[in-house]
């Protein structure tokens, strides 16, 4: 009796340059979205809610996004840096466009080295949520150490009250994502470790943003 031959799937993997293609896309289509988006929404959305639609976790948020759709670590590196760099270039160009305003084009290019320093890693630990269950957990630290660092500069270091609200929402999520990771991950000393760096390093970065700012 002679077998016959097992169906084609009606799933076969895309082409690496195919995958590759869509990565692209995908970056881009983010980058624009969280530029133009953030841009709008701070106008709306009442009181400090507006400043989370424009915060810096929002957007360390998009690249980690994105690197969960990512077919390897290098695409989701280059995936998140490229969206940062968009989302900067396209908030501007929205500011630009829609308001009327006429930005300082050293504003974008700030912003767009703070993208390329953090959109690799946000979006390197958007993939190995995704694809490694082994650091699963580890890899969400960094997002608890940014909502941290960003609820805790809102609180105490801003000083305006109407963001305030703001603030303690952006520290319980932080200090909630903290206690699950350290939980879950068998190295809970590791996770606390990257949750302070993520922290240190954000509050490093803002200094830079904000001397590149008083020199330009």
């Known amino acids: ?38 841009q709008a929404l701070q106008g709306v959305l009442p009181g400090s809610w507006g400043v989370l639609a424009n915060s810096g976790v929002a957007w360390a948020l998009c690249a980690f ?19 940062m760099i968009l989302a900067s270039v396209s908030y501007y160009w929205a500011a630009d466009h829609f308001e009327g305003i006429a930005s300082n084009g050293r504003s974008t290019v700030i912003w ?19 694809a490694r269950r082994d650091v699963r957990w580890l890899a969400l630290a ?10 805790a500069h809102l ?29 879950r991950d068998p190295r809970p000393l590791v996770v606390l470790g990257v949750v302070g760096a993520a922290v240190a390093f954000h509050h490093l970065a803002y200094d830079l943003i904000g ?3 008083r020199f330009s």
């Not at 009250?161 to 200090?175: I, M, R």
């Open 1 to 38: 009796m002679q077998l016959l031959p097992a169906p084609t799937s009606m799933h076969r993997p895309l082409p690496r340059s195919w995958e590759l293609v869509l990565a692209g896309a995908v970056a881009v289509l983010g980058g624009l979205v969280v530029g133009i988006g953030t």
């Open 65 to 83: 996004a994105i690197g969960t759709l990512m077919p390897s670590d290098r695409a989701a590196a280059l995936g998140g840096a490229a969206a």
């Open 112 to 130: 767009s080295l703070a993208g390329l320093a953090a959109g690799p890693v946000f979006g390197v630990a958007g993939r190995w949520v995704r």
């Open 142 to 151: 960094p997002v608890a150490g940014v909502l941290l660092a960003e609820g």
């Open 155 to 183: 609180l105490w270091f801003v000083g305006v009250d109407d963001l305030w609200t703001a603030g303690v929402v952006e520290v319980a999520l932080g200090a909630a994502l903290t206690a699950v990771c350290v939980r």
């Open 211 to 213: 001397a590149g700012f």
